[in-house]
């Protein structure tokens, strides 16, 4: 069984914490966590299937580990490998902007090759716009987490989502 490579950022250990918890419900031995501040354009390559997660902040801006490896990760190829996304952000004080970190991550993985997984249900959520939506505007393009107006849905959301992307990943 192949091992999953998961890269996160984070400031306030909200995205870490969602990170670990990801970990845990897959299987300690199954994935490799590497936050984005010290991780490595050459890590990406050691893994056919990868989550990547972060944090949306205030008005659709990168975490600030993203933003700095932001150049490196747009010239990552991800040809041949599976991508799921995950990200955090505040539905209600930030409405308009609601996880377009998420979506960024996810556009750039899937036009450097990558086959996206782990898309979800915009169901349940109340927001103006997003980098996150499909087209249809009925699914995220990967895990929405809102650990301010909705920290007590964070578990059940992990952990159907885990389920999806241990099929969709093939595990």
Request: hydrophobic share 35%.
């Given at each position: 069984?192949?091992?999953?490579?998961?890269?996160?950022?984070?400031?306030?250990?909200?995205?870490?914490?969602?990170?670990?918890?990801?970990?845990?419900?897959?299987?300690?031995?199954?994935?490799?966590?590497?936050?984005?501040?010290?991780?490595?354009?050459?890590?990406?390559?050691?893994?056919?299937?990868?989550?990547?997660?972060?944090?949306?902040?205030?008005?659709?801006?990168?975490?600030?580990?993203?933003?700095?490896?932001?150049?490196?990760?747009?010239?990552?190829?991800?040809?041949?490998?599976?991508?799921?996304?995950?990200?955090?952000?505040?539905?209600?004080?930030?409405?308009?902007?609601?996880l377009d970190a998420m979506g960024m991550m996810h556009d750039i993985a899937v036009e450097n090759?990558?086959?996206?997984?782990?898309?979800?249900?915009?169901?349940?959520?109340?927001?103006?716009?997003?980098?996150?939506?499909?087209?249809?505007?009925?699914?995220?393009?990967?895990?929405?987490?809102?650990?301010?107006?909705?920290?007590?849905l964070t578990d059940e959301r992990v952990d159907n989502w885990v389920e999806q992307i241990k099929?969709?990943?093939?595990?």
């Amino acid at each position: 069984m192949s091992k999953v490579g998961l890269f996160y950022g984070t400031d306030t250990g909200n995205t870490e914490r969602v990170a670990d918890l990801i970990k845990q419900k897959m299987g300690e031995d199954l994935v490799d966590v590497y936050d984005i501040a010290t991780a490595s354009a050459d890590d990406f390559a050691k893994y056919d299937k990868i989550i990547l997660g972060q944090p949306t902040w205030y008005y659709g801006e990168l975490q600030s580990s993203w933003d700095d490896f932001w150049e490196d990760f747009k010239g990552i190829d991800f040809t041949g490998k599976t991508v799921a996304c995950f990200g955090l952000g505040d539905q209600a004080d930030y409405s308009e902007y609601f996880l377009d970190a998420m979506g960024m991550m996810h556009d750039i993985a899937v036009e450097n090759g990558a086959t996206p997984a782990g898309y979800t249900s915009t169901d349940g959520f109340e927001f103006d716009e997003s980098k996150a939506v499909t087209e249809d505007e009925e699914f995220f393009v990967g895990l929405g987490i809102d650990e301010d107006q909705q920290p007590e849905l964070t578990d059940e959301r992990v952990d159907n989502w885990v389920e999806q992307i241990k099929e969709e990943f093939e595990l």
